[in-house]
Nanobody
């Protein structure tokens, strides 16, 4: 079964950038639609961006459209989230997992993103 490890979070001033990575173990990663999720304090987990197995099609939440870019490198079993023009409201723990239309894999620890003004 694929296991997921998120990294790349940190603290950044508003307007700054971060690049998150999601490293997947297992041989099936290249067959899976994937997504980035986030959970802010006191809020539920929400989908931020989605990408199909080949990487040729992506979808974004309205709140991040034009600022975030999801991508993947199936040869490296890794997915990325480039986050630009960060806002304080982007502060959350970010997770990667399968596309929300599919049963989730075990959740990783996530990576904390904190944006200060």
């Amino acid at each position: 079964q694929v296991q997921l490890v998120e990294s790349g979070g940190g603290s950044v001033q508003a307007g700054g950038s971060l690049r998150l990575s999601c490293a997947a173990s297992g041989r099936d990663f290249s067959k899976l639609g994937m997504a980035w999720f986030r959970q802010a304090p006191g809020k539920g987990r929400e989908v931020v961006a989605r990408i199909i197995f080949s990487g040729s099609s992506t979808l974004y939440a309205d709140s991040v459209k034009g600022r975030f870019t999801i991508s993947r490198d199936n040869a490296k079993n890794t997915m990325y989230l480039q986050m630009n023009s960060l806002k304080p409201e982007d502060t959350a723990v970010y997770y990667c997992n399968r596309d929300p239309n599919a049963p989730p894999l075990p959740w990783g620890q996530g990576t904390q993103v904190t944006v200060f003004s």
